[in-house]
């Protein structure tokens, strides 16, 4: 992303000023209609996109440009201007959401009727939108879009049963461009009514001083743990992700200081990048601010977001238990121990008044208003303005030019969400919404249930397998929101059809949309972070892969024990949390081959299968749970079987933290 100076900073802070405030006055009071809504929004997001990012990110690396004066004046622009070409894509692309601003009430009273200039309009726009989420997020949601309009438009010439009528490129800009299920459909009026406002509060909140107080919390508690620098990376991810919603930003964001200290303090290099991507990838399942696709989930399924927040507390608790579970046995195998005692705040230095103020309030006003069942964007507005308030007024000094620093600490913090997160975010939703429209017009998502169904003999496990590597390889290289979008539109049909729950099948495909990111060969969570940490990212990703268990595995079980997602008696809900915070262990055990000592072949197999059975409801609990005790009773004896079961021999301890 460019760094504006002169003009083109000021131009872009005006467009971000007015654009927030749209945001706050249509969530405080009432959102206007989707294609008013969505027109205004997307004319901000495509005029930021294609001043931040140019045609090409290597001319952000070119020191010193090696572009001829004019091309980089026409085409490229640098660092810190656009070119001449960038101006004109955001005029070009401004000009058919406008048309829709002014004339939205005509075009909603006459459906089925379109001129020339309106097809014209749709596809400058839709062209516009595809080279927008290019610049911003790379190649992959373009081609996949565009493989799904060719798709549209040669249905009558493909065989078998993927074929259909077809679309002519009339039909296909018309439901593009002048239909509220075309590109002004839910993911575009749902990312200007509803995440907007999220995206801005959690820079806001970081900018305030909240972030720190979340590092601050994660050494202070995970710090005193084996293998410490793990578990402060696992915390502070957490928390993070809750507010980022994004597992490569959260991995950068935490891991430029995480990944250095676990290396300096132990940690082999391709471990620590598993530990920080695996952790960061679980931010967005982490309630009470869970990542984008959620809000998405809620408008897909007709229910508050609240019943998906309380739903995803004990997977994603499981999944961070997991994560900590295997920090805490390569901590004993590698010998390392906790955090240095000086890194180690105290909580009482932590928690000033004034620290709490700045973090108490904003996130009690959110969970409040939350629970109170306000509307998402009404919950996350008042937050926003109470975060800002409550930092002017009580985050420092009382002079003139205290207030004036903190001014700019919240603007910085407001700037950096709408350019680092909402621009291209509305821009690629509108993006994928085409594909969403292809994917309901020509029956794309049925047509793929059914060959899930048939080739799984209509056996439901078979099926879930299917949807599982399905939901994988749809997310690779692309964000996880548009992962979860495409790949429910397309799956969750068929689960709804095998009588699966909606919610838990819709959860079932978010989770896996997310382990894309960790999972070869495109694992871009894994990527960014072996970028920081070196080493190679396949052996980060198998560590990745390996810590993150837990979010390849609940999925499985919440579709069929409805206590995971919160649903049912209360004894039953914590019952089977317990059992399943206890299997992460054995499960950890059996994956790392290390418990209390290295572990033989058998004593792996018996931990990992007793915890995949512990997790299963009523009294297969106690059988996992007798299966992985006598595991531990063959560790504890040295039970050992000559050639097959032979204990492997105890790692030299290169590493010890002091």
């Known amino acids: 992303m460019r760094s504006l100076i002169g003009i083109w900073k000021v131009l872009t802070g005006i467009i971000a000023g007015v654009w927030g405030i749209f945001i706050l006055y249509t969530s405080l009071t009432v959102a206007l209609h989707p294609l008013l809504q969505g027109g205004i929004s997307l004319s901000?997001?495509?005029?930021?996109?294609?001043?931040?990012?140019?045609?090409?990110?290597?001319?952000?690396?070119?020191?010193?440009?090696?572009?001829?004066?004019?091309?980089?004046?026409?085409?490229?622009?640098?660092?810190?201007?656009?070119?001449?070409?960038?101006?004109?894509?955001?005029?070009?692309?401004?000009?058919?959401?406008?048309?829709?601003?002014?004339?939205?009430?005509?075009?909603v009273r006459n459906p089925g009727f379109y001129e020339t200039h309106h097809l014209v309009l749709g596809a400058i726009l839709v062209l516009c939108l595809l080279e927008g989420t290019r610049r911003s997020l790379g190649i992959v949601i373009p081609l996949v879009v565009l493989g799904f309009v060719i798709y549209a438009m040669m249905g009558p010439y493909i065989p078998g049963i993927f074929g259909h009528s077809g679309f002519s490129a009339e039909e296909l800009l018309y439901q593009f461009?002048?239909?509220?299920?075309?590109?002004?459909?839910?993911?575009?009026?749902?990312?200007?009514?509803?995440?907007?406002?999220?995206?801005?509060?959690?820079?806001?909140?970081?900018?305030?001083?909240?972030?720190?107080?979340?590092?601050?919390?994660?050494?202070?508690?995970?710090?005193?743990?084996?293998?410490?620098?793990?578990?402060?990376?696992?915390?502070?991810?957490?928390?993070?992700?809750?507010?980022?919603?994004?597992?490569?930003?959260n991995v950068a964001t935490t891991g430029a200081f995480t990944i250095p200290t676990m290396k300096k303090l132990g940690f082999p290099r391709e471990l620590a990048a598993g530990v920080e991507a695996s952790a960061s990838s679980g931010g967005q399942i982490m309630p009470p601010i869970m990542g984008a696709g959620c809000f998405i989930m809620a408008e897909f399924l007709n229910i508050p977001y609240t019943t998906i927040m309380i739903a995803g507390i004990i997977p994603a608790v499981v999944y961070f238990v997991g994560i900590s579970a295997g920090i805490?046995?390569?901590?004993?195998?590698?010998?390392?121990?906790?955090?240095?005692?000086?890194?180690?705040?105290?909580?009482?230095?932590?928690?000033?008044?004034?620290?709490?103020?700045?973090?108490?309030?904003?996130?009690?006003?959110?969970?409040?208003?939350?629970?109170?069942?306000?509307?998402?964007?009404?919950?996350?507005?008042?937050?926003?303005?109470?975060?800002?308030?409550?930092?002017?007024?009580?985050?420092?000094?009382?002079?003139?030019?205290?207030?004036?620093?903190?001014t700019k600490i919240i603007w910085k913090g407001y700037l950096d969400g709408i350019m680092s997160a909402l621009a291209w975010l509305m821009v690629m939703m509108s993006c994928v919404q085409v594909a969403v429209t292809v994917i309901s017009l020509t029956g794309f998502g049925v047509k793929v249930s059914e060959i899930i169904i048939n080739l799984s003999g209509h056996n439901v496990y078979l099926a879930l397998v299917a949807a599982m590597f399905t939901a994988i390889i749809l997310g690779m290289g692309m964000t996880t929101t548009a992962a979860y979008v495409i790949a429910a539109a397309v799956l969750v049909p068929a689960m709804e059809g095998m009588g699966l729950d909606p919610l838990a099948s819709h959860m079932f495909?978010?989770?896996?949309?997310?382990?894309?990111?960790?999972?070869?060969?495109?694992?871009?969570?894994?990527?960014?972070?072996?970028?920081?940490?070196?080493?190679?990212?396949?052996?980060?990703?198998?560590?990745?892969?390996?810590?993150?268990?837990?979010?390849?595995?609940?999925?499985?079980?919440?579709?069929?024990?409805?206590?995971?997602?919160?649903?049912?008696?209360?004894?039953?809900?914590?019952?089977?949390?317990?059992?399943?915070?206890?299997?992460?262990?054995?499960?950890?055990?059996?994956?790392?081959?290390?418990?209390?000592?290295?572990?033989?072949?058998?004593?792996?197999?018996?931990?990992?299968?007793?915890?995949?059975?512990?997790?299963?409801?009523?009294?297969?609990?106690?059988?996992?749970?007798g299966i992985a005790l006598v595991a531990l009773l063959m560790e504890r004896f040295n039970f050992q079987i000559p050639v097959i079961a032979t204990r492997p021999v105890q790692l030299v301890h290169k590493h010890k933290i002091t």
């Open 44 to 107: 901000f997001g495509l005029a930021l996109v294609f001043l931040a990012y140019p045609i090409s990110k290597s001319i952000l690396k070119e020191t010193p440009p090696k572009h001829p004066s004019f091309l980089k004046l026409f085409l490229f622009g640098d660092k810190s201007n656009p070119s001449f070409l960038d101006i004109a894509l955001i005029v070009i692309s401004i000009v058919p959401c406008v048309y829709i601003m002014i004339h939205w009430e005509e075009i």
């Open 328 to 406: 805490w046995i390569e901590a004993g195998r590698y010998g390392m121990g906790t955090l240095p005692k000086e890194l180690i705040p105290s909580l009482r230095k932590v928690f000033t008044p004034r620290v709490l103020l700045n973090f108490v309030l904003p996130i009690g006003t959110l969970t409040a208003l939350l629970f109170s069942f306000y509307p998402p964007q009404i919950c996350a507005a008042w937050s926003l303005i109470v975060s800002a308030v409550t930092f002017f007024f009580f985050g420092g000094g009382l002079s003139v030019k205290d207030f004036w620093e903190r």
């Open 177 to 249: 461009y002048l239909m509220t299920e075309g590109i002004w459909g839910l993911l575009t009026d749902m990312t200007s009514r509803i995440i907007a406002p999220f995206v801005i509060f959690g820079p806001v909140l970081f900018a305030t001083g909240v972030g720190k107080v979340f590092m601050d919390i994660a050494q202070a508690w995970g710090g005193r743990l084996r293998g410490g620098p793990g578990h402060v990376a696992v915390i502070s991810s957490s928390f993070f992700g809750m507010l980022s919603g994004s597992s490569v930003a």
């Open 509 to 625: 495909i978010f989770y896996f949309a997310i382990k894309s990111g960790l999972t070869p060969p495109v694992c871009i969570a894994v990527f960014t972070a072996t970028a920081i940490s070196g080493g190679s990212w396949l052996r980060a990703a198998w560590d990745s892969m390996r810590l993150g268990i837990g979010g390849y595995i609940m999925p499985f079980y919440f579709l069929f024990v409805p206590s995971f997602l919160m649903k049912g008696a209360w004894d039953d809900i914590l019952f089977h949390a317990v059992g399943a915070f206890v299997a992460m262990f054995t499960i950890e055990a059996g994956l790392m081959g290390y418990f209390t000592k290295p572990l033989t072949w058998i004593e792996r197999a018996l931990y990992f299968f007793g915890g995949l059975v512990m997790m299963a409801p009523g009294f297969y609990t106690f059988v996992g749970l």
